[in-house]
Protein backbone atom coordinates (compact mmCIF):
# COMPACT_ATOMS: atom_id res chain seq x y z
CA UNK A 1 0.00 0.00 0.00
CA UNK A 2 1.39 3.30 -1.00
CA UNK A 3 0.79 6.23 1.23
CA UNK A 4 0.15 9.47 -0.35
CA UNK A 5 0.25 12.55 2.30
CA UNK A 6 -1.61 15.70 2.14
CA UNK A 7 1.73 17.77 3.27
CA UNK A 8 -0.04 21.14 4.62
CA UNK A 9 -3.04 19.29 5.82
CA UNK A 10 -0.97 16.89 7.79
CA UNK A 11 0.67 19.80 9.56
CA UNK A 12 -2.29 21.79 10.62
CA UNK A 13 -3.89 18.62 11.55
CA UNK A 14 -1.20 17.19 13.73
CA UNK A 15 -1.29 21.12 14.88
CA UNK A 16 3.12 21.15 14.63
CA UNK A 17 4.66 24.04 15.26
CA UNK A 18 8.04 25.39 13.80
CA UNK A 19 10.17 28.43 13.60
CA UNK A 20 9.41 28.81 9.93
CA UNK A 21 7.91 26.76 7.20
CA UNK A 22 11.24 24.51 6.48
CA UNK A 23 11.17 23.28 10.24
CA UNK A 24 7.39 22.61 9.92
CA UNK A 25 8.03 20.39 6.65
CA UNK A 26 10.95 19.13 8.25
CA UNK A 27 8.66 17.49 11.22
CA UNK A 28 6.10 16.43 9.37
CA UNK A 29 8.49 14.46 7.01
CA UNK A 30 10.62 12.68 10.06
CA UNK A 31 6.72 11.70 11.45
CA UNK A 32 5.71 10.27 8.49
CA UNK A 33 8.89 8.21 7.73
CA UNK A 34 8.47 6.76 11.28
CA UNK A 35 5.32 5.43 10.10
CA UNK A 36 5.57 4.13 6.63
CA UNK A 37 9.35 5.41 5.38
CA UNK A 38 8.25 4.64 1.17
CA UNK A 39 5.03 7.03 1.59
CA UNK A 40 4.93 10.17 -0.59
CA UNK A 41 4.14 13.74 0.63
CA UNK A 42 2.21 16.58 -1.53
CA UNK A 43 3.14 19.94 -0.32
CA UNK A 44 1.59 22.94 -2.56
CA UNK A 45 4.71 25.01 -3.53
CA UNK A 46 2.67 27.79 -5.84
CA UNK A 47 5.25 30.15 -4.54
CA UNK A 48 8.46 28.23 -4.59
CA UNK A 49 11.20 29.64 -6.15
CA UNK A 50 11.08 28.48 -10.25
CA UNK A 51 14.63 26.62 -9.45
CA UNK A 52 12.91 24.92 -6.57
CA UNK A 53 12.87 20.60 -7.39
CA UNK A 54 9.30 19.41 -8.30
CA UNK A 55 10.16 16.37 -6.39
CA UNK A 56 13.39 15.54 -3.84
CA UNK A 57 14.11 12.76 -1.68
CA UNK A 58 14.02 13.98 1.59
CA UNK A 59 14.84 10.99 4.33
CA UNK A 60 14.17 8.73 2.25
CA UNK A 61 10.44 9.84 1.67
CA UNK A 62 9.69 11.49 -1.48
CA UNK A 63 8.64 14.82 -1.39
CA UNK A 64 6.28 16.35 -4.25
CA UNK A 65 6.08 20.12 -4.84
CA UNK A 66 2.66 21.25 -6.76
CA UNK A 67 3.78 24.57 -8.26
CA UNK A 68 1.21 24.00 -11.10
CA UNK A 69 -2.07 22.77 -9.20
CA UNK A 70 -2.83 22.30 -5.41
CA UNK A 71 -1.42 19.03 -3.89
CA UNK A 72 -5.45 18.20 -3.62
CA UNK A 73 -5.17 17.56 -7.11
CA UNK A 74 -2.24 16.17 -7.86
CA UNK A 75 -3.00 13.26 -5.74
CA UNK A 76 -5.94 12.69 -7.30
CA UNK A 77 -4.89 13.01 -10.38
CA UNK A 78 -1.72 10.40 -9.28
CA UNK A 79 -4.68 7.77 -8.26
CA UNK A 80 -6.68 8.19 -11.28
CA UNK A 81 -3.44 7.37 -13.26
CA UNK A 82 -2.47 4.72 -11.34
CA UNK A 83 -2.98 0.61 -12.55
CA UNK A 84 -3.38 -0.16 -9.03
CA UNK A 85 -5.92 2.78 -7.26
CA UNK A 86 -6.73 0.32 -4.62
CA UNK A 87 -2.74 -0.05 -3.70
CA UNK A 88 -3.20 4.08 -2.75
CA UNK A 89 -4.03 5.14 0.46
CA UNK A 90 -4.56 9.04 0.20
CA UNK A 91 -3.91 11.21 3.67
CA UNK A 92 -6.06 13.76 4.32
CA UNK A 93 -8.54 15.53 6.48
CA UNK A 94 -10.19 16.80 3.66
CA UNK A 95 -13.07 14.99 3.27
CA UNK A 96 -13.74 16.10 -0.46
CA UNK A 97 -10.27 14.78 -1.51
CA UNK A 98 -10.88 11.62 0.60
CA UNK A 99 -14.75 10.87 -1.37
CA UNK A 100 -12.73 11.72 -4.93
CA UNK A 101 -10.05 9.37 -4.16
CA UNK A 102 -12.24 6.58 -3.17
CA UNK A 103 -14.21 6.88 -6.06
CA UNK A 104 -11.17 6.15 -7.91
CA UNK A 105 -10.94 2.69 -6.19
CA UNK A 106 -8.08 4.37 -3.81
CA UNK A 107 -8.05 3.88 -0.19
CA UNK A 108 -8.29 6.91 2.49
CA UNK A 109 -8.03 7.74 5.78
CA UNK A 110 -7.69 10.62 7.94
CA UNK A 111 -4.29 11.88 9.33
CA UNK A 112 -5.48 10.85 12.90
CA UNK A 113 -5.93 7.63 11.47
CA UNK A 114 -2.56 7.26 9.50
CA UNK A 115 -0.34 8.64 12.45
CA UNK A 116 -2.37 5.86 14.88
CA UNK A 117 -0.77 3.20 13.01
CA UNK A 118 2.18 1.63 14.77
CA UNK A 119 5.57 2.45 13.06
CA UNK A 120 7.43 -0.48 10.52
CA UNK A 121 10.05 -2.40 12.93
CA UNK A 122 12.90 -1.10 11.72
CA UNK A 123 11.50 1.79 9.82
CA UNK A 124 11.68 -0.33 6.62
CA UNK A 125 8.69 -2.18 4.65
CA UNK A 126 8.52 -5.66 5.91
CA UNK A 127 6.45 -8.04 3.76
CA UNK A 128 4.51 -5.73 1.69
CA UNK A 129 1.82 -5.13 4.59
CA UNK A 130 2.98 -1.40 4.26
CA UNK A 131 2.31 -1.30 8.23
CA UNK A 132 -1.47 -1.50 7.97
CA UNK A 133 -3.59 -4.32 9.95
CA UNK A 134 -6.73 -6.17 8.18
CA UNK A 135 -8.56 -4.14 10.55
CA UNK A 136 -7.99 -1.18 8.71
CA UNK A 137 -9.61 -2.40 6.04
CA UNK A 138 -12.84 -3.51 7.47
CA UNK A 139 -11.23 -7.70 7.53
CA UNK A 140 -10.99 -9.97 10.21
CA UNK A 141 -7.57 -10.78 11.46
CA UNK A 142 -7.84 -14.32 9.85
CA UNK A 143 -9.74 -15.66 7.13
CA UNK A 144 -11.13 -19.25 7.13
CA UNK A 145 -10.86 -20.28 3.62
CA UNK A 146 -13.05 -23.24 4.00
CA UNK A 147 -15.78 -21.14 5.37
CA UNK A 148 -18.49 -22.22 3.06
CA UNK A 149 -20.20 -18.38 3.02
CA UNK A 150 -17.23 -17.11 2.24
CA UNK A 151 -17.12 -15.30 -1.30
CA UNK A 152 -14.32 -15.88 -3.49
Known amino acids: MR ?8 IHALR ?11 ELLRRVAEIDPEATVFFDAKNAPPDAPATAREGGLRVV ?6 ADEEMIERVRG ?8 VVT ?7 RAAQLGGKACKVAEFFA ?12 AG ?5 DFGLPDEIDLSDPDLEV
Open 3 to 10: AFVDGHNA
Open 93 to 99: NDREVRG
Open 131 to 135: GFTPA
Open 16 to 26: ITGADHAALRR
Open 65 to 70: YCRRRE
Open 82 to 89: SDVPGGIL
Open 117 to 128: RKPRAGGKRGSG
